[in-house]
């Protein structure tokens, strides 16, 4: 007995020495950290360095972070009315990430002060989460809302961008050493067009700007769009509507979700045991690794997978034909889908599925290919974004040579580690071409790539003038053909999908694990990728 609890005493004494370690350790980080900070500072004021960063969703914050760990000054403009991005943006019913939440998190701050309560968090739950961050380290002070960025152009003379914003119809121009553009690629809602579209007379409204005002209790509802945003919404409307057509294009892989609400005692052990968070988003990651290996190269297990499956959606859809729920294309080409309630609500006897297509609209409802004539009081357009926008003419950025981004995307759409084009210098874009995941979480390729900006920005505040960074072209080439070699091995190219851009090319997807792209990223930098120059515009 006497051994037993010297045992115990001796892994509780273990344990708080290993916590104490932990802190300690922290803290002497810490203190370098700031070491670092006030002497960056110092240098940013004398060399009058400041930082834009445009967009406040999870990439402009992670920027913000990194900006003010370094000393650097910042200033950022959102153009909604608060933090949050894409999810401040998306409010419909169901709304729900697909990343697990103690992944899809900042790694500074990877949960909030009350835990995350599922495994699979809601909207709500993530926006708090963003707010509490942005509390939590002061950067609501250095946001302005309601702003858009109107015009970016470089001044060659003083190696600055000139900016031009715009906020409640006025105009404002200023100068900014350094703009980093973290728009995120889900911020312009795409719905397609149909013949009679705009002579509907019911209410209709894209899930990105969900209409809180429209009632859907005993309406006749209209969905179209059956992937992402539609397999969350479609439970919660059919609880309400009195009919409901849901329109599906092509069929997704989906497959069962597992998701938990954790034990409060669960929930207060991750978020004050700094190690336990640790590990868990460890394991977490590491299982997300695993599944790019089985499943996005194709192979036997990936076969194995894909008949599982195949039986869960035969086995959850006996009312309907689940010949239209199986896709043709190979598991993994479009990204998988996962639910535990959109098969129940799509057999439930008010709701219809529709393969047929949509032909055109009318005033009171639509009629589809086959000819059928629907009526219906709302329709809701589940239909995705266009990824490819956000520099298609949101805002004009001219380079020093005079070259439009917008021209240089149409002939050339890669960036350098997703992050920087070339003839743009000290212009970054967080999550930019080829950083998407079919299978992990963009908040920690969004950190990657600040890994490699970090010294870049280290090499801009401590050279003896201030500078310009400029990727070269040819290491922006030399990039992306190694990228697109990779991307040949992967189950991407069997179909085709949004991870394509109008030629063809895959633009959005990284090939391989996220690690690897972290690898990457954290290289210490080669100069001669890089033209480096002084204010004056020698080069250094």
Known sequence: MFTGYFNAYYFVALLASAGCGYLALSKLREAQKEKKRRANASKCKDKNIRALIVGAGFSGIATALKLKELGIPFEIVERSADVGGTWNDNQYPGCQCDIPSYLYSLSSYPTPKAGWSKHFSDQPEILDYIKEVVSQFGLRQFMSFGTTLTSCCWDTKNGKWTITTTKDGIDTTRSFTLVFAATGPLNVPFVPEFEGKELFKGASMHTALWDKTVNLKDKKVTVVGSAASAIQLIPFVADLAKEMHVFQRTPNW??????????????????????????????????????????????????????????????????????????????????????????????????????????????????????????????????????????????TCIGPDGTKLTEYLKENSDAFLGASFSKFPNLFTMLGPNTGLGHNSVVYMCEAQLLHIEQLLERLVNSPEGTSITVNSKTVEDYNTEIQNELKDYVWNGCSSWYRNENGKIDSLYPGTAYSFQRRCQKPVNWSQYTVKTGAGSKL
């Open 254 to 395: 989906l497959a069962p979700k597992f998701d938990v609400t954790y034990y409060s005692w669960v929930r207060f052990a991750l978020a004050y045991i700094p190690f336990l968070q640790t590990a868990l988003r460890f394991g977490i990651f590491l299982r997300q690794e695993i599944a790019v290996k089985l499943l996005m190269r194709g192979g036997t297990a990936a076969d194995k997978i894909q008949k599982d499956v195949i039986h869960f959606i035969k086995s959850s859809n006996p009312t309907i034909d689940s010949e239209k729920l199986i896709p043709t294309y190979k598991m993994g080409c479009k990204r998988i889908l996962m639910s535990n309630t959109f098969f129940p609500a799509l057999n439930k006897p008010h709701v219809h599925l529709n393969t047929d297509g949509i032909d055109r609209f009318t005033e009171t409802g639509l009629i589809t290919k086959k000819g059928d004539v629907i009526d219906t009081d709302v329709v809701i357009w589940a239909t995705g974004f266009d990824i490819r926008s956000t520099f298609k003419g949101a805002f």
